[in-house]
């Protein structure tokens, strides 16, 4: 495996999906990180991120020196670059003329991490200090037009730093380079599959839990799924799954979820109807944030009302993945900033005096989706784009109420529809509506209409991290807004979003 480094970089998680992307499996880990600790993990190779920071500020994130005696292979990016040579004695300052962007890399020498790349080729800078002297031992192996020493590198210790970024599609081939230091460099096999994970994560399961029971929180979501289908291969009915219908969910969902897992699979489910409940909660309730901890809090009095009835629970499972750890981790002091707040990692747990199962929190999405492929899960669930936990509430911008609700689901199961028959849902990251709390004057059947406004979202992300709203076909959005307008009554007009992520968010609240 390959131990990388999170300085905060917002490409920190990049790199990895690019390593395990080569077959490489890898762990993410702060600063912070202990000698102990990394011998603990045994990584064949070390990659310390970028990072925001200037090596020479007060409170620029450091690691303990002594990783660079491990005896080990360090790749520094950028930031992590800066730092390496700064704790071996060389020196950064300020650069006269900040690099963002394109530039042309100009290979000086020949390198084990440039086989296969051409002398010239373009790359990803993103900096404002330089490197004006290395250490003793490195050499400079290639530089800029604005960066004299844009890569450096010490054969004998296999040190190598990159001034730009390789894991952006805009170093192409920055995969190259990142595929020369895995496996020519670092010694790596290709040893990283969802067959391999599947089954080193089911006997680890059965091995955890034993004869005991595990109570599991389902949405009906990917993560959840899958997680419930693992655990369901390790333990069979040692499994109880809580399904709660919250009255946020999209059209037929509770039943589609019932056929699917309690009828097909034979898994144990218990389903709870909350909807009174929770509608009840978030009457006259309009700021996101405030949806946000009603939902979460009404939820957990449910579902431990739900789990007290399950005699002999010693466990619960979530459907946490690694972006989830990360950012949660960061919240407790690690340098990348926090944007969500809603994760499930730490909330639940303590309250519950349960241990936790978190079989795919080392996962990304897209292996989440791969896993559920190996595991036979049904591809209508595989595929389903990401649905927050707030579920509609946080797409019904303002207030909350049944009669918003059903507006929304109808819209929804439209554009949902319309996406799928043109071939969009799988190559889209995301596309759900939002229902506006503002009205608009239109005209319909000669008469005039005071109705709803919807707006319609749909981005291609690789991660959630970054996302870019999509090019829709106009014809396929004039075909989604004249069917909502003329099937779901109380809205007569249809807008569509064309900001990214950042600086906007993917949803709406």
């Known amino acids: 495996m390959i131990l990388i480094i999170d300085f905060g970089s917002q490409f920190n998680q990049l790199i990895a999906r690019r390593v395990r992307e080569c077959g490489v499996y890898c762990n993410i880990e702060p600063p912070t990180v202990s000698l102990e600790r990394i011998r603990e993990l045994d990584p064949q190779g070390i990659v310390l991120s970028g990072g925001p920071s200037s090596i020479y500020a007060a409170d620029s994130p450091r690691m303990d020196p002594g990783v660079f005696d491990l005896g080990l292979p ?63 031992g490195f050499a400079v192996t290639a530089d800029t037009e604005n960066t004299p020493v844009a890569a450096a590198a010490d054969y004998g210790r296999r040190f190598y730093g990159l001034q730009f970024h390789p894991e952006v599609v805009h170093t192409p081939k920055g995969k190259t380079m990142l595929r020369n230091f895995l496996f020519d460099v670092c010694g790596c096999k290709r040893n990283w599959t969802m067959k391999a994970f599947a089954r080193r994560a089911i006997a680890d399961i059965r091995r955890q839990v034993g004869d005991r029971k595990v109570i599991l929180g389902l949405s009906g979501g990917v993560d959840s799924s899958v997680t419930a289908m693992l655990i369901h291969r390790a333990i069979g009915h040692q499994l109880t799954c809580i399904f709660v219908d919250n009255g946020l969910l999209r059209m037929d969902e509770a039943r589609k979820l019932k056929k699917t897992f309690k009828d097909h699979l034979q898994i144990n489910i218990r389903f709870v109807n909350a909807r009174s409940l929770f509608l009840k909660a978030l009457a006259k309730v309009s700021e996101p944030e405030r949806k946000r901890k009603i939902i979460g809090k009404r939820f957990m009095e449910v579902f431990e009302a739900e789990a007290r009835k399950i005699e002999g629970a010693d466990f619960l499972a979530q459907g946490t993945l690694y972006p989830d750890v990360i950012e949660s981790r960061s919240a407790f002091g690690g340098p990348s900033a926090v944007i969500k707040s809603h994760h499930n990692v730490g909330g639940l747990p303590k309250r519950m005096k349960l241990k936790l199962i978190e079989p795919l929190q080392y996962l990304f999405k897209d292996e989440v989706r791969k896993l559920g492929k190996q595991l036979g899960l049904d591809p209508e669930l595989v595929w389903r784009q990401p649905f927050p936990g ?120």
């Open 74 to 136: 360090v790749l520094g990016i950028c930031y992590g670059m800066q730092f390496m040579v700064d704790t071996l004695g060389g020196e950064v300052r300020k650069s006269q003329k900040r690099e963002y962007g394109f530039a042309e890399l100009r290979i000086q020498h020949t390198d084990p991490l440039f086989k296969d790349v051409p002398d010239r080729n373009t790359v990803w800078m993103s900096h404002g200090d330089s490197i004006s002297r290395v250490p003793q």
């Open 390 to 509: 707030p579920g509609l509430a946080i797409r019904v911008i303002g207030e909350v109420s049944e009669r918003r609700l059903n507006i929304l689901r109808e819209v929804d199961h439209v554009l949902v529809e319309e996406i799928k028959a043109a071939g969009y849902y799988r190559k889209l990251w995301q596309s759900f509506a939002v229902l506006l709390p503002i009205k608009s004057v239109g005209i319909m059947g000669d008469s005039r209409t005071y109705e709803h406004i919807v707006a319609i979202r749909a981005v291609t992300s690789k991660d959630a991290m970054t996302a870019d709203w999509a090019r829709l076909p106009h014809d396929l959005l004039g075909r989604i807004s004249n069917r909502i307008i003329n099937e779901v009554r109380g809205v007569n007009r249809v807008v569509y979003d064309i900001s990214s992520k950042p600086p906007s968010t993917i949803e709406w609240e």
